[in-house]
């Protein structure tokens, strides 16, 4: 019980203030770190997550995201054929070992950026979206403005070590979050084993949670001289999906263990939930002046809500709905609320709208109605 008040408390200070206190009783091997619920963007966890630091091929999840739009906006598509350039086949570091001239399909370069974290791939990949990687990581900078990365320095597509290519924990946590609402996206960044070239070409995933974590839906290791070792792990058990992002830990072994202990605090103490509409507290609201005497009220979409374990059957709702209301109701126009509450706090509220509209009564629309009338009495 003393737990469980605590958390409350936590996630109190989160929804008041809008920050995260740091998580007591987790330690972790990383210089910087962040725990992010991905549909409500709630921080669970943070530890140095605004530390601009160099985050090696935790890069390719802007190159992924960029390519999963291109795709989407049908500048691309899974089957198109690109040609691997020069520049691309010269990069060093993880690669699939392209030759100048090769063609492989936007399918098999996804699977070579997303499981092995092929350095070529991602430049061909780059090239095929913008026309060069130049044009591309400007494209790339220009994403992570729209997404609020304030932090981050773009210089190349890959996350090979470069002068002034920086992130952070917490922008890292916000491109991850972007990319895993492709769900497509998952289809590569799951896979622990495929091949390439008719399986001359073996890709084994660089991240072993996806192996080893229940739940693991990616998303995204990196190593380097200057970066140490980093991981961007997703998982989702019971709808809810978290995002951990540790950065700098010494050696690999180290950063899966931190991105598992992330992970396993945000599950063990943590849910989501979407309330059910109290759809028998509502009626019909009577209509003055119209050509219906009443207007149908239907409940918006509510909100997801991120609880401390435990909470998820303490949600109440309130329905405060119009007496009446005066011709003329517009389709959509907001006629109600429902209020939320969490142990008598108010967390939320979503709207009631009006499902159809009703136009005022006119002398034309009375004879309509006489005349519509009349014709059924026949």
């Not at 390519?67 to 010269?90: D, G, P, R, W």
């Not at 070529?120 to 130049?134: F, I, K, Q, T, Y």
């Not at 009220?297 to 998820?312: A, D």
Request: charged residues 25%; glycine residues 8%.
């Amino acid at each position: 019980m003393k737990k469980l008040v605590s958390i409350f408390l936590s996630f109190c200070m989160i929804f008041a203030f809008g920050t995260n206190a740091f998580a007591e009783g987790i330690s972790i091997s990383a210089k910087s770190a962040i725990l992010v619920e991905r549909t409500t963007g709630r921080v669970l966890f943070e530890y140095e997550a605004d530390k601009p630091v160099p985050p090696a091929s935790i890069t390719k999840i802007m190159t992924l995201l960029l390519v999963m739009e291109a795709i989407e906006n049908k500048k691309l598509s899974f089957e198109t054929e690109i040609t691997a350039s020069e520049h691309a086949c010269s990069m060093g570091g993880s690669q699939i070992w392209l030759e100048p001239g090769e063609v492989l399909t936007v399918h098999e370069l996804l699977k070579a950026a997303a499981i092995a974290s092929a350095n070529d791939a991602s430049v061909a990949l780059a090239e095929a979206v913008s026309g060069s990687e130049e044009a591309f990581v400007e494209l790339m900078n220009q994403r992570a403005a729209e997404l609020g990365m304030e932090n981050t320095v773009f210089k190349n597509c890959t996350g090979l070590d470069a002068e002034g290519h920086v992130s952070t924990a917490r922008d890292i946590a916000k491109m991850s979050a972007a990319l895993l609402s492709h769900e497509k996206i998952k289809e590569y960044s799951t896979v622990w084993m495929d091949s390439l070239r008719n399986g001359e070409t073996e890709l084994t995933n660089t991240n072993k949670l996806v192996r080893f974590y229940k739940g693991c839906t990616g998303l995204k290791t990196g190593s380097t001289d200057e970066a140490g070792c980093c991981l961007a792990a997703s998982a989702e058990r019971d709808g809810m999906e978290l995002v951990s992002v540790t950065l700098g830990s010494p050696n690999t072994d180290e950063r899966f263990a931190s991105g598992r202990k992330l992970l396993d605090y945000g599950f063990a103490n943590f849910a989501v939930v979407k309330p059910v509409p109290p759809e028998e507290e509502l009626y019909e609201v009577p209509v003055s002046h119209g050509v219906s005497e009443f207007v149908t009220p239907v409940f918006e979409e509510p909100e997801t809500y991120l609880l401390p374990k435990g909470q998820e059957n303490l949600i109440e709702q309130k329905v405060t709905l119009s007496e009446t209301l005066e011709a003329p109701v517009e389709k959509g126009r907001v006629i109600g609320k429902v209020s939320v509450y969490l142990n008598g706090g108010e967390i939320g509220e979503y709207n009631i709208t009006a499902k159809e509209g009703v136009e005022k009564m006119s002398f034309l629309a009375a004879l309509k109605i006489l005349f519509l009338e009349a014709v059924s009495t026949k």
